[in-house]
């Protein structure tokens, strides 16, 4: 009896032993307290990071108006044009910006921005970046990480103090999406003084 006592408690120290660098792998994939997987950490940080907000289509509800789970996060609806902003509604002393139903389109002082498609179509979104083109996206605030200044409202100034770990999280998230084709016009920057 006390060798398949003794057997048997050697035969569970090879087990943990063997299986102690697994849990604790899996532990690491899932993340901190208890956030699951970096998909879901990413979500999470999307989500309280408000992209929605401003990326998704919407649809309205007796709430209000919610984000359209068939186009999140798929940026301004590349067939509503924005209307015409009546003159003389923005200035110091007037409106700082107007924004379309869907909160995808505005106008300000800085030009006319649209939300790009965050969804990752290969053609028309996020399907041909890659973790280290969105990283450097929201750190330095330039287009494609490199072309014209990225417009407000987009707050990437804040999204630029998150940890790459959080950034890459946010990215994993974006590539889980349903990829939604969707060709978003071009933001204006307004035109500059002379």
Partial sequence: MTRTVVAGCAILGLFALFLAPAASLAAKKKGPKGMGSM???????????????CHSPKKMTPNGPV???????????????????PPNIIGPDKWGAITNNHFTGWVGPWGTSYAPNLSPDLDT??????????????????????????LPPMPWYNYAKLTDADLKAMFAYLRSLKPVKNLVPPSVPAPRPN
């Fill in 125 to 150: 979104g996020t399907g041909a970046w890659n973790e280290e083109l969105f990283i450097t996206i929201l750190r330095t605030g330039k287009f494609m990480g490199s072309g014209r200044d990225i």
């Fill in 39 to 53: 998909v879901e950490r990413g979500q999470y940080l999307v989500t309280v990071g408000a992209c929605n907000d």
């Fill in 67 to 85: 984000p359209d789970e068939t186009r999140l996060l798929s940026g301004q609806p590349a067939d509503e044009r924005l209307p015409e902003a």
